[in-house]
């Protein structure tokens, strides 16, 4: 069992930077692969960045790729997002998510077993 809690959010300019932080419960925090996802009003969640127990391998959405990082600390049982050069249209709550390691980097929502509560982020022009 890991229990996720989000935390980072918050209303930026465009063009700004935000680090959105996941911390973990449990003792196996380091053998799951990690995900985060965001959801617009009115819109289905959709996968931004995901990334190997190992925190070796990563994979991003097309619309984040070079402006956000994900990356993790297992000591500390915690995976980052670093935001850069926020649009608009980053504005989101956004959610990690945990799935078991052997799985692989996974886009699916569906396919990922435990979530946290979200944190808000608004980018305004």
């Known amino acids: 069992q890991v229990q996720l809690v989000e935390s980072g959010g918050g209303l930026v300019q465009v063009g700004g930077s935000l680090r959105l932080s996941c911390t973990a419960s449990?003792?196996?925090?380091?053998?799951?692969?990690m995900g985060w996802f965001r959801q617009a009003p009115g819109k289905e969640r959709e996968f931004v960045a995901a990334?190997?127990?190992?925190?070796?391998?990563?994979m991003y959405a097309d619309s984040v790729k070079g402006r956000f990082t994900i990356s993790r600390d297992n000591a500390e049982k915690t995976v980052y997002l670093q935001m850069n050069s926020l649009k608009p249209e980053d504005t989101a709550v956004f959610y990690c998510?945990?799935?078991?390691?052997?799985?692989?980097?996974?886009?699916?929502?569906?396919?990922?077993?435990?979530w946290g509560q979200g944190t808000q982020v608004t980018v305004s022009s």
């Open positions: 998510a945990a799935v078991g390691g052997g799985q692989g980097l996974l886009r699916d929502p569906a396919r990922y077993s435990y």
């Open positions: 449990g003792r196996t925090f380091s053998t799951y692969n």
């Open positions: 990334i190997a127990w190992t925190g070796t391998i990563t």
